[in-house]
């Protein structure tokens, strides 16, 4: 089905180039520049060899469109996810601060009320001695 020269994987790329022929310096290469030098190759090959030197770019430049499509793909779905993650962290946090200041107006009305209750004990036992003291007075 297909040619078993034929390269499916950048690895194989300098192996395969060397192999027909080739000489590549010792520096690193990406996908495009590997897509540029097979290119060039097919333009210089044998059109026995040609084929296959044009089928190894094609390979290529599907793994690079299908790899620069997953980082794209995978970069928007982050950006998304924390962009929603943060709005999620404000609103806690929003929600954290309005809680606080509940639980601290809640503690305030807390004392106020008890003071309230303290003050109106004392006044109701101050009336009560009254009522007694002018009950005994009549």
Known sequence: MTDPGLVRLLPKVCKWLESNG?????????????????????LHSKPSKLKSTVLAAAF????????QASNIFAEAIASKALGRLSRLVKKLGSMAKFLTANDAQRAESTLALKFMSET?????????????MHSYAA
């Open 22 to 42: 080739w000489i590549l310096a010792a520096e690193l290469y990406n996908h495009s520049r590997f897509i540029s030098i097979l290119a060039t190759a097919a």
């Open 60 to 67: 290529l430049l599907k793994a690079n469109v299908t790899d």
């Open 120 to 132: 109106l004990a004392g006044v109701s036992s101050s009336l009560d001695a009254m009522a007694l």
